[in-house]
């Protein structure tokens, strides 16, 4: 009897839908968007630029590379911060392989993020915290389902990464509850092509979703000829830095990175050495730039003029490729020339109520990293990409 009375229901329910007279209503449709965040200021920070993804010798497969080295590298590319992401290492109880109680974890000028790669039968994803944090309760839920990790990572207060979304232990946990995502893996550019069109696919969902970059750097440099020919010699061609990601964080302090790292005032450029991107938008065309990549603010309708810039080593003269993509497709292609000042504009409205995002690429001359000598040949003339600048992205999300 219960079984009929169900069917006739779901018999009449399918009816009314197939006559347009359903009175279903979806309740998660858009609808007015509450306020959203204000935007901090564009003057007061501070462009810190580092490597979010480096194993040092405590990571099993890793060689040659002491903390020691990798903080004195680092300060001698002009690095401000590093995150070394072994293996969950530090989870294993064995102090000989403890990335944070290394005496060497230590630095007066470079800022140390506490870190770890979360290594897992479902990928990897690298944890960024600015102080110490229980890795053994995020790496005790790992085969757990996404609703109890997640939870695990909320009350840890940890920023959750997910590393090489494509490739070999790609990320294979919900994108709702991370932070960031590893577009930019290694110096192989080419290689990252679908972790962007994965990031474009979480943007064009609605994640507010910050691309970031990491080297996955394993090996130390230089290398002695043995451990070349055992290990491959991968530091000549990817080491600290390939690539480099800038945070423009409001103070120089872990605390304030790890936070920038969240909100998306973030570029990626090929190298220590080559042109950070930096993409604004003047909301009410005034000549002032109101937001910058990151920055979520509500469409008025009317036309927002945008601005992508280069900093630092460009080529006076040579030609600059700005690829601009909207909404996840390609939006335009603009040509700028290296210089003091290295810069394009463009203009357009973005759509209202409705979520949508801009983001650029930017393609030119290679800049030298000599003590990676290799790297260029890999990169391309890629040299840089930037986050994006959303409108309408519902904070609550
Ligand atoms: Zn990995
Ligand atoms: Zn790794």
Redesign the pocket.
């Given at each position: 009897m219960r079984v009929h009375v169900f069917a006739a229901g779901l018999a009449m329910a399918v009816c009314s839908s197939m006559f347009g007279q359903s009175t279903h209503s979806n309740p998660w449709a858009p609808t007015e968007l509450g306020p959203l965040p204000a935007i901090s200021s564009l003057s007061d920070g501070v462009w810190l630029k580092g490597d979010l993804?480096v194993h040092s010798r405590h990571s099993k497969e890793s060689s040659n590379n002491s903390i020691a080295k990798i903080i004195s590298y680092s300060q001698s590319v002009g690095m401000d911060y590093v995150c070394i992401t072994d293996?969950d290492n530090h989870v294993l109880g064995d102090t000989e392989h403890n990335t944070w109680s290394d005496p060497e974890f230590k630095s007066d000028s470079l800022l140390l993020l506490y870190g770890a790669?979360w290594?897992t039968t479902r990928?990897?994803g690298n944890v960024f915290s600015a102080k110490p944090y229980d890795h053994q309760r995020l790496y005790d839920v790992r085969d757990q389902r996404d609703v109890v990790v997640g939870a695990v990572k909320k009350e840890l207060g940890i920023h959750l990464s997910a590393?090489?979304p494509s490739?070999?232990?790609h990320f294979g946990y919900s994108y709702d509850m991370v932070d960031s995502i590893e577009v930019w893996n290694s110096a192989n550019w080419p290689k990252n092509v679908n972790a962007i069109m994965i990031w474009d696919d979480m943007l064009s969902s609605g994640r507010k979703l910050t691309g970031r970059g990491g080297s996955?750097a394993h090996h130390g440099f230089p290398e002695t000829p043995d451990q070349a020919t055992k290990n491959s010699p991968q530091a000549k061609y990817n080491y600290i830095g390939t690539p480099t990601t800038w945070v423009f964080a409001p103070a120089r302090t872990k605390q304030a990175l790890v936070d920038t790292l969240t909100g998306g005032r973030v570029s990626v450029s090929a190298n220590p050495y080559a042109p950070r991107v930096e993409f604004y938008a003047d909301l009410d065309q005034d000549g002032k730039m109101d937001m910058m990549m990151g920055d979520n603010a509500k469409s008025t309708g009317n036309p927002v003029k945008f601005r992508v810039q280069l900093t630092g080593n460009t080529v006076a003269g040579a030609t600059y490729t700005v690829n601009v993509v909207k909404d996840g497709n390609k939006f335009g292609t603009f040509q700028a020339t290296g210089g003091k000042t290295t810069m394009v504009e463009f203009t357009d409205t973005p759509k209202t109520l409705v979520r949508s995002y801009y983001r650029v690429t930017v393609e030119g001359p290679s800049t030298a990293y000599p003590q990676v000598p290799e790297s260029a040949t890999l990169t391309g003339n890629m040299v840089g990409l930037s986050n994006p600048i959303y409108f309408n992205f519902n904070p609550n999300f």
């Open positions: 993804h293996h790669e290594t990928g990897h590393n090489h490739g070999k232990d996955d």
